[in-house]
């Protein structure tokens, strides 16, 4: 078993193909056949099914998969880590990010990384924390945003910032009452994450009431529609739609006698030096969730609001 064989048989599983494998690695197609075979009679078991159009993996063929690209990723990380002795820090970083993180921070972060480190390659991966989390253990991530995370030896976790979870609702008119209680929660039907709901019930324990909850919905976007035709209210962290609250579609209502919050988190695994790369980048996500701490963006309407100072001091950084 070598490095080649390994290299060959992700790229073949990753496309699916051996013919198209070939054309990608530019390696006649008889050759990763026989690099296929190698690894099959070492192992002593069949990786691949071969079909009329294209490969199917075995049950172990999938498990050496899972195996063979950690493999490769502990191989660049090794790479980055040596390189990173330079004066320039560079290779690839891994971030992970939720649904409703992903779309306030990444467009400022790839803008000071346009600046700040071009020669690092960023990837993305989005999902919930718990996936997340497992996703750092696995080394399929580098550093993550995590919500509320247990605490474990495991992982290194920094906290950025908290902030209030709300009802979303359309706006409405003037004199209504523009908040809700932890009793209206147990009666109200409202649409969430699961993640999230899971944390309102966890926090509302000493209310002793529990979020009702009409549907859980993973899509964020599907949530936004839900409630922007008066359809449903949600159950949400503040900032997830804080651009439809400044342009007075959607109105967020506190609730007002108990302290529901989520808390963001920066991790990272703890056994492993991050390299130069994955420095950068973790702290140009810190930067970039004190900007939108600054802006009010995790704030209730008027509890925080952005002063004519920072609008221009975060244009100027943007431009």
């Known amino acids: 078993m070598d490095l080649r064989g390994i290299r060959y048989f992700v790229q073949i599983a990753e496309l699916g193909s051996m013919t198209r494998a070939a054309q990608h690695l ?19 078991v069949a990786l691949m099914v071969r079909l009329p159009r294209g490969v199917r993996l075995t049950t172990a063929g999938r498990q050496f998969l899972d195996h063979c690209q950690r493999i490769l990723r502990e191989l660049a990380r090794a790479q ?37 480190c071009p020669q690092i390659s960023l990837k993305v991966v989005e999902g919930f924390s718990n996936q997340l989390y497992d996703w750092l253990l696995a080394g399929r991530a580098d550093v993550a945003i995590l919500t509320n995370p247990a605490n474990s030896r495991a992982i290194k976790v920094t906290a950025l910032n908290s902030e209030p979870i709300v009802v979303f609702a359309r706006p409405q008119p003037r004199g209504a009452r523009k908040f809700i209680t932890a009793a209206d929660l147990a009666r109200t039907p409202v649409v969430s994450t699961e993640a999230i709901r899971i944390i309102a019930d966890e926090q ?25 035709r008066g359809i449903s209210m949600a159950l949400m962290p503040v900032s997830t739609f804080h651009e439809d609250i400044a342009a007075g579609q959607l109105a967020a209502w506190p609730i007002v006698d108990a302290n529901i919050h989520r808390i963001l988190t920066l991790a990272q695994r703890a056994e492993r030096r991050p390299s130069a790369a994955i420095d ?33 001091t975060r244009t100027q950084e943007q431009a």
Not at 94 to 112: C, D, H, Y
Not at 282 to 294: C, G, K, M, P, T
């Open 26 to 44: 530019r390696v006649a197609q008889p050759a990763l056949s026989r690099h296929i075979r190698a690894l099959e009679e070492e192992l002593g």
């Open 280 to 312: 950068e980048v973790a702290q140009i996500v810190v930067a970039e969730v004190r900007a939108l701490v600054d802006e009010g963006v995790f704030s209730l309407p008027g509890a925080a609001g952005v002063t004519p100072k920072q609008k221009k």
């Open 80 to 116: 980055d880590e040596l390189r990173s002795g330079s004066a320039t820090a560079q290779g690839q970083v891994i971030l992970g990010v939720s649904p409703t993180t992903g779309p306030l921070l990444l467009p400022g972060l790839v803008e000071r990384m346009r600046r700040q």
């Open 204 to 228: 509302l324990q000493r209310h002793e009431v529990r979020v009702r909850v009409e549907a859980e919905i993973d899509s964020v976007e599907a949530i936004r529609r839900l409630v922007l």
